[in-house]
């Protein structure tokens, strides 16, 4: 069973960053790509960025290249995704997920394993 555990969300001003991390337990971290999405209010969950397991080839949601950054640790069997020039459309839940094959992928149905989820606000 695979365990992930977002942490490092909060409020923060408009124009501010945030750098979220994902702890993962239980199954081989470094062999499976990783993926962050979001869910807003009243919105379906979203693909933001993903990983795979070496860290090269990072995908990114258009909308937010640039801005995002995903990096993983698996000395430490963790992802980050830090997160620079924050909007208010930023705003939302954000989730860890484990693909347990490779490769990386922006489809979520093809992410097995979640997290609870960690929130962003991003105040105007």
């Known amino acids: 069973q695979v365990q992930l555990v977002e942490s490092g969300g909060g409020l923060v001003q408009a124009g501010g960053s945030l750098r979220l991390s994902c702890a993962a337990s239980g199954r081989t971290f470094s062999t499976y790509p990783m993926g962050w999405f979001r869910q807003a209010p009243g919105k379906e969950r979203e693909f933001v960025a993903a990983?795979?397991?070496?860290?090269?080839?990072?995908l990114y949601a258009d909308s937010l290249k640039g801005r995002f950054t995903i990096s993983r640790d698996n000395a430490k069997n963790t992802v980050y995704l830090q997160m620079n020039s924050l909007k208010p459309e930023d705003t939302a839940v954000y989730f860890c997920?484990?693909?347990?094959?490779?490769?990386?992928?922006?489809?979520?149905?093809?992410?097995?394993?979640w997290g609870q989820g960690t929130q962003v606000n991003v105040s105007s």
């Open positions: 990983i795979n397991w070496s860290g090269t080839n990072p």
């Open positions: 997920a484990m693909k347990p094959w490779a490769p990386v992928s922006r489809i979520i149905n093809e992410y097995r394993y």
